[in-house]
C-alpha cells in the first residue's frame, strides 16, 4: 500500500512539472477574456517576397494568428483583396475602392511583416523645405546605427499630401503577378491628413525574401485613406519610432500553391519612380 502511495505521489509531481514546463514554453495563454500575448523582438514575416511576386495569392495565416505575433505591421489580405496596415493590435484592410474596415480575426492574410513594436529611440525630423519619399528614406538612412539590421517605423504626422497604392482583387487561377498588378494599381490621394506611416527596413542582404530597404504602409487618423505608400508631401516635422530588430523569423504557406510555384520572377521596387509606385 505504502509503495503505491510512493508511487502516486511521484506521478502527480511529474504531472505537475510536465504542465508547468509546457507553459513555459507556450507563447500565449488564454484566459475568459481570450488570448494573452507574450510579446517578443521579433521580427514576424509570413510567406517570402519571392512566391507573393509569383502570383502566390491564397494563404492560411488568420488575424487571429497574426495577432500574436505582433501589434504593428503590413501586408496584404488574400487574393490581394486589400492592402493591410496593421496598428495597436488591430489590422486594417484598404480595399480596391479605398474603403477601410477592420480585419475580422477569421480573416486570412497572403503576406505580411510583423512585430511588436517597442521604441528603442525616438527621432523629430525637420522639414524646413518640405518632405517627400525620397527625402524620408535619405534621412532615415543616415540617422540609422547601422543598414546591417533590420527596423520597423511608426512615423506620424500630419500631411500637405498623400499617395497611397492599394491592390486589385484576384479570383484564381491567377495570371497577372506584381510585376503587372503594381504599375496599374489603384491609387488613393489625400490632403492635410493627419495619420501613421508603418514601415519596415531590410537590408540589401534579405535578397527576395523580402522587399529590399523601406517599405511603408498608411492609414489615417479618421480611418478614411490607407494603403502602400507611394509618395507625400510634408511641411510640419515628423515624430519618427524606431525598433531595431536582430532576431528575424518567416514562416513559409504551407499549401499546394506554394508547394507547386516556380519561383521564375523577380521583381523590386525600384528607386526614383514614384509615377508608378517603385521606390
Same mark, same amino acid.
Given at each position: 500500500m505504502q509503495?503505491?502511495?510512493?508511487? %502516486?505521489?511521484?506521478?502527480?509531481?511529474?504531472?505537475?512539472l %510536465?504542465? @508547468?514546463?509546457?507553459?513555459?514554453?507556450?507563447?500565449?495563454? %488564454?484566459?475568459?477574456?481570450?488570448?494573452?500575448?507574450?510579446?517578443?523582438?521579433?521580427?514576424?514575416?509570413?510567406?517570402?517576397?519571392w512566391a507573393f511576386v509569383? $502570383?502566390?495569392?491564397?494563404?492560411?495565416?488568420?488575424?487571429? @494568428?497574426?495577432?500574436?505575433?505582433?501589434?504593428?505591421?503590413?501586408g496584404s489580405f488574400n487574393l490581394l483583396d486589400g492592402e493591410m496596415v496593421m496598428i495597436d493590435g488591430i489590422a486594417y484592410r484598404v480595399r480596391e475602392d479605398g474603403t477601410i474596415s477592420e480585419g475580422a480575426d477569421t480573416d486570412k492574410?497572403?503576406?505580411?511583416n510583423a512585430g511588436? #513594436?517597442?521604441?528603442? #529611440?525616438?527621432?523629430?525630423?525637420?522639414?524646413?523645405?518640405?518632405?517627400?519619399m525620397e527625402g524620408l528614406k535619405s534621412q532615415l538612412?543616415?540617422?540609422?546605427p547601422s543598414p546591417n539590421f533590420f527596423y520597423m517605423f511608426e512615423i506620424e504626422g500630419l500631411f500637405d499630401y498623400m499617395k497611397c497604392g492599394g491592390l486589385t482583387r484576384q479570383e484564381p487561377p491567377f495570371e497577372e503577378g506584381l510585376d503587372v498588378l503594381i504599375p496599374n494599381r489603384p491609387v488613393f490621394e489625400g490632403n492635410r491628413v493627419s495619420g501613421t506611416i508603418v514601415g519596415f527596413y531590410c537590408p540589401d542582404f534579405i535578397g527576395n525574401i523580402n522587399?529590399?530597404?523601406?517599405? #511603408?504602409?498608411?492609414?489615417?487618423?479618421? $480611418?478614411?485613406?490607407?494603403?502602400?505608400?507611394?509618395?507625400?508631401?510634408?511641411?510640419?516635422?515628423?515624430?519618427?519610432?524606431?525598433?531595431? $530588430?536582430?532576431?528575424?523569423?518567416?514562416?513559409?504557406?504551407?499549401?499546394?500553391?506554394?508547394?507547386?510555384v516556380s519561383l521564375e520572377k @523577380?521583381?523590386?521596387?525600384?528607386?526614383?519612380d514614384a509615377a508608378t509606385d517603385e521606390q
Open positions: 509503495s503505491v502511495k510512493i508511487g %502516486s505521489l511521484i506521478l502527480f509531481l511529474f504531472v505537475a %510536465s504542465c @508547468e514546463e509546457k507553459k513555459k514554453l507556450d507563447t500565449t495563454t %488564454s484566459t475568459e477574456a481570450g488570448p494573452v500575448i507574450e510579446k517578443n523582438d521579433t521580427y514576424y514575416h509570413y510567406s517570402i517576397w509569383n $502570383k502566390v495569392f491564397d494563404a492560411d495565416l488568420s488575424v487571429a @494568428e497574426l495577432k500574436t505575433k505582433g501589434d504593428t505591421g503590413l492574410i497572403v503576406y505580411a511588436f #513594436f517597442e521604441n528603442d #529611440f525616438n527621432l523629430t525630423l525637420e522639414v524646413k523645405e518640405g518632405m517627400d538612412l543616415d540617422k540609422l522587399v529590399k530597404g523601406f517599405h #511603408f504602409h498608411f492609414i489615417s487618423d479618421d $480611418k478614411k485613406l490607407g494603403g502602400h505608400v507611394m509618395d507625400f508631401k510634408a511641411t510640419e516635422n515628423i515624430k519618427v519610432g524606431i525598433d531595431k $530588430k536582430t532576431d528575424y523569423h518567416f514562416v513559409l504557406p504551407d499549401n499546394a500553391d506554394f508547394e507547386n @523577380e521583381f523590386q521596387y525600384k528607386k526614383n
